[in-house]
Nanobody, 126 residues
């Protein structure tokens, strides 16, 4: 499975941005799709996941209420809609896919994901 992330850019604080991640080479509907981010000098952080089983959606605490993740299985794509952006949202955002049957406690862990995209930079100016 190959993942291609796009949509990053520079946005002012309070603004919005929508990222995209398109998968190829696998059965997209069977993949759990997630986003992580990593800011300079910081550890990778879980952002959100759209788990295929039960259409379960889960957000990281720092983005809850501001980010919305959706997926379109006809386009093999997953989209985090990011609103009310803050300077601390500045990071490289990575999409990830997992074939595993992840339970809730596992979705935050990056090592549970088999495939990763190349990352897209999001910069929020204050």
């Amino acid at each position: 499975v190959q993942l291609q992330a796009s949509g990053g850019g520079l946005v002012q604080a309070g603004g919005s941005l929508r990222l995209s991640c398109t998968a190829s080479g696998g059965t997209f509907s069977r993949l759990n799709m997630a986003w992580f981010r990593q800011a300079p000098g910081k550890e990778r952080e879980f952002v959100a996941v759209y788990r295929t089983r039960g259409s379960f959606i889960y957000y990281g605490d720092s983005v809850k209420g501001r980010f919305t993740i959706s997926r379109d299985n006809t386009k093999n794509s997953v989209y985090p809609q990011m609103t009310s952006l803050k300077a601390e949202d500045t990071a490289v955002y990575y999409c990830a896919a997992s074939r595993l049957g992840l339970i809730t406690s596992e979705v935050r862990r990056g090592d549970n994901y088999d495939f990763w995209g190349q990352g897209t930079q999001v910069t929020v100016s204050s």
